[in-house]
């Protein structure tokens, strides 16, 4: 069947009104849910053989996340979805006031390579949650759980309510000409660009989930060994190919020898070598020619290592970096962690202030002027305080980006309102109104209506 098709018979089934019944959802969910459990090997042979990822940061970073979502929109989904009485004005009364969140229809989510279950599964069940139809678009680039999602999901889902459509460029290029309710991309800031501008052609709102580069400062008056340790777990977790890692160290020339001193022992410690289990592949040749020359020989304080053919970077860092060096100019997404000195807290904030707006900030202090400023000061999608990621993990955030890192959020309650309308209704009574509302009108009306409003 070709995807036009598949798209209007998805139009054609969300007007049925079926998705928007909760037992509905629900048995869709729970489907799911059991899908992902039964095929959990199948989907830890794809990933493996896509880049190299083990079956711990398969479950703990992507499976699990997606088994929480289904478990929290199970729970939720009653509460979420039931309309939600305020307070009606003088002005409107006698009535009643109330919001109805409503299914957009059938919607898109574009998904990226580099935590190919979650980013792709993750929005989709937030989709499928609020009683929408769903064109699941995942990354080519991951290849193998792109086609094991497919194949999964077509198998056990009816393609009129949710269809996982595989392709590149040309299909994805193709597929953001046809008309959606909402278009929901993980990806790139330049491909972003595209997403939105094939939106704007059908008006179709969009949550533009993209990158940047995000920092970590790290000043005097932090736990050293405990920055230390979870920067460079949150850094070389998936080989730096996250989007939320973090992509430079501001670090505080006092403390800076110590400190990377401490990183190369936690990296030591944490065994990312070669033939490592715990330790993820770069996705593709290109990726790793890209990174292998961001590496400055000139600069190098720990690893730089490469192996072209197991597509194996060493976890690296770069001393004595400046804000010139190529390292800065780009996104990093990969294992090499540039870092910069700076004397004065506030001078360093201004810097990342003339920045574009990162995806995620890190701080890494015990002083509680430290953290004020940089919380009221810096503007970024999320961040956390001594520590980096975790906030993902917190369904009560909302996870997405501001400016160039991206629109809009989801997770928790914030992924059932991206795909949500939240419709208003004004009930009113057929009795008791004032007749000053209507013609013809007169001066007194008019002083009556001054105090009124
Ligand atoms: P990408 O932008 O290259 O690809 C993302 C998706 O867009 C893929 O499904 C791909 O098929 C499609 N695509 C690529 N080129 C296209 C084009 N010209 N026209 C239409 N569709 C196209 O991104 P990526 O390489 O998969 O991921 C890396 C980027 O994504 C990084 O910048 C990273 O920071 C960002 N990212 C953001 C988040 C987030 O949650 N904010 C999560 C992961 C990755």
Redesign the pocket.
């Known amino acids: 069947m070709e995807i036009q098709e598949i798209v209007s018979n998805q139009n054609a089934f969300f007007k049925t009104q079926q998705t928007k019944s909760l037992k509905f959802r629900k048995m869709y969910l729970e489907k799911l849910r059991d899908v992902v459990i039964k095929n959990e090997d199948l989907l830890y042979e794809a990933i493996y053989q896509d880049f190299g990822k083990s079956k711990f940061d398969t479950f703990t970073t992507e499976l699990s996340f997606v088994l929480n979502d289904i478990d929290y929109y199970l729970k939720n989904v009653n509460s979420l979805s039931k309309p939600k009485r305020v307070r009606t004005n003088l002005s409107n009364q006698i009535g009643k006031s109330s919001i109805h969140p409503e299914p957009l229809g059938c919607v898109l989510v574009?998904?990226?390579?580099?935590?190919p279950y979650q980013?792709s599964l993750s929005p989709m069940v937030a989709a499928l949650a609020a009683g929408n139809c769903c064109i699941l678009?995942?990354?080519?680039?991951?290849e193998n759980t792109m086609k094991v999602m497919a194949k999964l999901i077509n198998d056990n889902f009816p393609s009129e309510y949710l269809y996982v459509y595989e392709?590149?460029?040309d299909?994805?290029?193709a597929?953001?000409k046809l008309k959606f309710d909402k278009i929901f991309?993980?990806?790139?800031?330049?491909?972003?660009k595209?997403?939105y501008k094939?939106a704007a052609e059908h008006l179709t709102p969009v949550v533009?989930?993209?990158?940047?580069k995000s920092p970590a400062i790290v000043t005097k008056d932090a736990d050293l060994e405990v920055a230390a340790k979870r920067i460079v777990w949150g850094k070389f977790l998936n080989a730096g190919?996250?989007?939320?890692a973090p992509d430079y160290l501001l670090v505080e020339e006092s403390i800076h020898e110590q400190f990377l001193e401490m990183l190369r022992k936690y990296i030591v410690e944490f065994q990312y070598g070669p033939d490592a289990e715990q330790y993820t592949r770069i996705?593709n040749r290109r990726?790793f020619d890209r990174l292998v020359k961001l590496i400055d020989k000139d600069k190098l304080y720990y690893g730089g290592n490469s192996e072209e053919k197991k597509l194996y970077i060493e976890p690296t860092l770069l001393n004595m970096i400046n804000w010139e060096d190529e390292v800065m100019q780009e996104?990093i997404?990969g294992p090499i962690l540039p870092v910069i000195s700076f004397t004065n807290f506030n001078l360093a904030l201004k810097t990342i202030l003339d920045l574009e707006k990162p995806?995620a900030a890190y701080l890494f202090t015990r002083n509680s002027e430290e953290k004020e400023t940089f919380t009221a000061k810096l503007s970024f999608?999320g961040g956390c305080i001594n520590d980096v990621i975790m906030h993902l993990g917190n369904e009560r955030l909302p996870?997405?980006?501001v400016g160039n890192?991206?629109i809009g959020n989801y997770h928790g309650k914030f992924g059932f309102d991206a795909f949500s309308h939240q419709k208003s209704v004004l009930e009113k009574a057929t009795w008791g109104e004032p007749s000053i509302k209507y013609p013809p009108y007169t001066e007194k009306k008019l002083s009556w209506i001054r105090k009124l409003l």
């Open positions: 574009i998904g990226a390579w580099n935590y980013l678009k995942p990354s080519e680039i991951a392709g590149g460029i299909e994805t290029t597929l953001l991309f993980t990806g790139s800031t330049k491909v972003g595209i997403v094939a533009l989930e993209l990158g940047g190919q996250t989007c939320v996705i990726n996104e997404f995806l999608g996870f997405g980006g890192s991206g």
